[in-house]
């Protein structure tokens, strides 16, 4: 079954679990996508007071919370003050994802996800991408932290981002390439030096439904899980998605470089 991500969740707004279940009749029975949440943020992050949101304040209860200009993420509230929040895509075809018996489930296939996000059940084998969050018991308030990244890689800093050929030696050389999520973007990056010279940074977004995109070494190509869509190193579309729509580039990054090392400027 293929999903039309947008057109779906918006059909599930204001819809009981019941009318959601029905919506996927002839694919998994009682399974549904979590509800849908809109919010906006503020300097990256988002804070819900949970007991405004019933199916977010019950124990096994879940939503998909929408912001704008992000990838949507399910929030998942496994049991006491623990939650956890992470894409809210399956990584198999891009169905969104419920929640079930302490795991993020697909309606569609029936793949299943660990709340850190590991795959527990086929036919999904790529783990879904994870976001920060915390959550203040006495105010009852979870915060959200889309800008969050990866301790020991380099964060943004006035809209840019260093890399020091000492620490990252592998810019040096044609074909090198560094992967990982800057503090102050709260997204995986990939930065590469290109064969003929010169440095390209991409996004890992895809842009058919949003699905994150990840690297193959063999192939020297960006691969969307979900649609099997690939790019090139600079971002452009090499096969488009497996369901005939079309799609442009992923989002790059400008990159200069100096006999220090690479910059990246985030917009």
Same mark, same amino acid.
């Given at each position: 079954?293929?999903?039309n991500?947008?057109g779906?969740?918006?059909?599930?707004?204001?819809a009981s679990?019941?009318?959601?279940?029905?919506?996927l009749?002839g694919?998994?029975?009682?399974?549904?996508?979590?509800?849908?949440?809109?919010?906006?943020?503020?300097?990256?992050?988002?804070?819900l007071?949970?007991?405004r949101?019933?199916?977010?304040?019950?124990?096994?209860g879940?939503?998909?919370?929408?912001?704008?200009?992000?990838?949507?993420?399910?929030?998942?509230?496994?049991?006491?003050?623990?939650?956890?929040?992470?894409?809210n895509?399956?990584t198999?075809?891009?169905c969104p994802l419920?929640?079930q !018996?302490?795991?993020?489930?697909?309606?569609?296939?029936?793949?299943?996800?660990?709340?850190d996000?590991?795959?527990?059940?086929?036919?999904?084998?790529?783990p879904?991408?994870t976001?920060?969050?915390?959550?203040?018991?006495?105010?009852?308030?979870?915060?959200?932290?889309?800008?969050?990244?990866?301790?020991?890689?380099?964060?943004?800093?006035?809209?840019?981002?260093?890399?020091?050929?000492?620490?990252?030696?592998?810019?040096?050389t044609a074909?090198?390439?560094?992967?990982?999520?800057?503090?102050?973007?709260?997204?995986?990056?990939?930065v590469?030096?290109?064969?003929?010279?010169?440095?390209s940074a991409?996004?890992?977004?895809?842009?058919?439904?949003?699905?994150?995109?990840?690297y193959?070494?063999?192939?020297?190509?960006?691969?969307?899980?979900?649609? !099997?869509?690939?790019?090139s190193r600079?971002g452009?579309?090499?096969?488009?998605?497996?369901t005939?729509?079309?799609?442009?580039?992923?989002?790059?990054?400008t990159?200069?470089?100096?006999?220090?090392?690479?910059?990246?400027a985030?917009?």
């Open positions: 079954m293929s999903t991500r947008r779906f969740l918006k059909g599930l707004v204001g679990a019941g009318a959601a279940a029905t919506g009749a694919c998994a029975p009682d399974i549904s996508p979590a509800p849908v949440l809109d919010a906006t943020e503020d300097n990256g992050r988002v804070v007071t949970v007991s949101y019933p199916e977010l304040a019950r124990e096994g879940a939503v998909t919370l929408r912001v704008p200009d992000r990838p949507d993420v399910l929030i998942m509230h496994p049991q006491g003050t623990q939650y956890a929040v992470v894409s895509l399956c198999h075809r891009g419920g929640f !018996e302490g795991e993020a489930i697909c309606p569609c296939h029936l793949s299943r996800f660990a709340i996000g590991r795959p527990t059940h086929p036919p999904a084998t790529i879904l991408t976001f920060s969050s915390s959550y203040d018991s006495e105010l009852d308030e979870l915060t959200i932290n889309f800008v969050a990244g990866e301790e020991g890689f380099p964060s943004v800093v006035n809209g840019k981002i260093f890399f020091p050929f000492t620490q990252f030696p592998q810019l040096r074909g090198g390439v560094v992967q990982g999520t800057p503090e102050g973007y709260g997204k995986l990056i990939f590469f030096a290109l064969d003929g010279g010169g440095y991409v996004d890992s977004i895809c842009p058919h439904q949003g699905c994150g995109v990840g193959q070494e063999a192939s020297q190509l960006l691969r969307c899980p979900c649609h !099997e869509a690939h790019f600079t452009a579309v090499v096969v488009m998605p497996n005939g729509d079309t799609i442009g580039p992923i989002k790059t990054f990159v200069t470089s100096d006999a220090t090392g690479v910059t990246v985030i917009a």
